[in-house]
């Protein structure tokens, strides 16, 4: 069915940057966007479903560049954590605890948050798992309605892991079945990446090496597909993480891409905390694309990247939120607020990152990291209608002057009132009209979750703190 959208502010961050108050979206019965813009050009409505917007905000549907799936039953267990004692400690050990219909139910549970607070579009960063596991991942987060990148782990055997089953040669061939068994599956809706780990913790741990790393991005050029990998985060520690990896190799892990000649534009770095002058002008060189995930990056302590800085040298600069075991929300509103705030307190100015920057950073620079960004990422005329109505009959929000000030810095996730994927509702007013028996995938996911943390001995960490601040 044609859909109509009046009576809306459309953000549309297209090329022109235009704002229509008082505007409207026309889609099409075959999901794409036949028109938009302002009041008095809108196409006849016959034959269409109308949606009164009552002049709430509708923009592009959000796109996480960064998310663990698998990682929703594990919420609300690791403060105090820094990263690298949360990676060995916390994530390794719970995942060995978690089956496959645990990794089912928090794949759902994340579709629904996410498209609960305006995310139509995620890049599944998966850890290794059997392959069913996989093809669940893609399928389940097509049912929910939710558009999909699964980013799938390429390992093999390493000088550290001497008993891997697969070569380079073994994993190139199996993993490259895998990703053309995803690409385009799904009606379209999921499409394939790699993850090719080489940072710090990953390469201590020995699942990494330069054979791993120059198989990797051959089988990603050959398949035409984005590399995953985190970058450059962590604790700056003399004994761990970052810090301890650039003292005994000499090199950042941007200067380790380099020097094997791989780092191009299919790469999507993580983290990237950081990052020195150095690094940022040769991102910028090769066009590789960076992902910030602030709440994460502070919930760790991990420090404040230099986000104004790479965006001042012309890098494509995205936004994610990572696992919800590691900062807790999946919130992409919650993360373009935070941008602006956190780089404002890095560089002592308000706009060190504007709320402009970092709404593109959320969708159209997000689009076009992934090579998406003529089918996603903006609102126009032969795109996808993947789009988001936040309402605005909100206290919060009932005094609007900038709208795209107001949309980052005041509107909520949970102000979603409707959300869109390929022209299909996923989420409306509190329903999730492709998800059967949500109310059971919540109470699911609880009870899964509590076996888990028993399993794994982390009931302690569930246990309520309340520190004293005596000396």
């Known amino acids: 069915m044609r859909t109509l959208i009046k009576n809306a502010c459309v953000i549309t961050v297209n090329p022109r940057h235009d704002v229509y108050e008082g505007g409207y979206v026309a889609i099409g019965d075959d999901g794409l966007i036949e028109a938009v813009g302002p009041a008095g050009t809108e196409p006849a409505a016959e034959g269409a479903r109308v949606v009164d917007a009552r002049g709430g905000f509708v923009s592009p549907g959000l796109i996480n560049l960064h998310q663990h799936l698998h990682m929703n039953l594990l919420k609300g267990l690791a403060d105090g954590m820094l990263l690298e004692p949360w990676v060995f400690n916390f994530s390794a050990k719970s995942r060995k605890f978690m089956g496959r219909d645990d990794i089912q139910t928090s794949f759902t549970l994340a579709a629904m948050e996410m498209l609960r607070t305006g995310t139509t579009c995620v890049l599944n960063h998966q850890s290794t798992f059997d392959w069913p596991v996989h093809q669940d991942a893609a399928a389940l987060l097509a049912q929910a309605g939710l558009r999909q990148t699964l980013a799938v782990s390429f390992q093999c055997r390493t000088p550290k892991m001497p008993d891997h089953p697969w070569s380079a040669a073994d994993a190139t061939r199996h993993i490259g079945a895998l990703v053309d068994s995803l690409q385009g ?68 892990d941007v200067g380790y891409l380099e020097g094997l000649g791989v780092l191009d534009d299919r790469w999507l770095l993580k983290h990237g905390i950081h990052f020195n002058d150095d690094d940022i002008a040769v991102v910028a060189r090769r066009g590789a694309s960076v992902v910030y995930t602030p709440t994460s990056e502070a919930i760790r302590g991990g420090g404040l990247g230099p986000w104004r800085t790479m ?26 607020k935070a941008c602006c705030y956190l780089q404002s307190v890095r560089y002592g100015d308000p706009l060190a990152v504007s709320p402009r920057q970092a709404l593109e950073m959320a969708t159209i620079n997000a689009a076009r990291a992934l090579g998406m960004e003529r089918s996603i990422g903006s609102l126009e005329p032969g795109k996808q209608a993947d789009l988001v109505l936040f309402t605005r009959d909100r206290p919060h929000l009932s005094m609007v002057h900038d709208p795209v000030t107001a949309l980052v810095r005041a509107t909520r996730g949970a102000d979603a009132q409707l959300v869109m994927v390929n022209g299909r509702v996923a989420y409306e007013e509190g329903n999730f009209p492709m998800v059967s028996h949500a109310d059971q995938v919540m109470a699911d996911a609880g009870t899964r979750a509590r076996a888990i943390v028993k399993a794994a001995g982390f009931q302690l960490l569930a246990v309520p703190r309340w520190p004293s601040l005596a000396a």
């Open 311 to 336: 965006l001042a040298a012309g890098v494509n600069c995205t936004l994610g939120t990572d696992g919800p075991a590691v900062d807790y929300s999946v919130d992409m509103v919650e993360q373009m």
């Open 185 to 252: 599956a799904n009606g379209g809706m999921t499409r394939a990446a790699l993850v090719v780990e080489c940072n710090a913790h990953h390469t201590e741990a020995g699942r990494s090496s330069d054979e791993l790393v120059r198989a990797g991005h051959a089988l990603a050029r050959d398949r035409d597909v984005r590399i995953a990998v985190h970058m450059s985060g962590g604790t700056l520690s003399m004994h761990m993480g970052f810090t301890k990896y650039r003292r005994q190799t000499g090199r950042s």
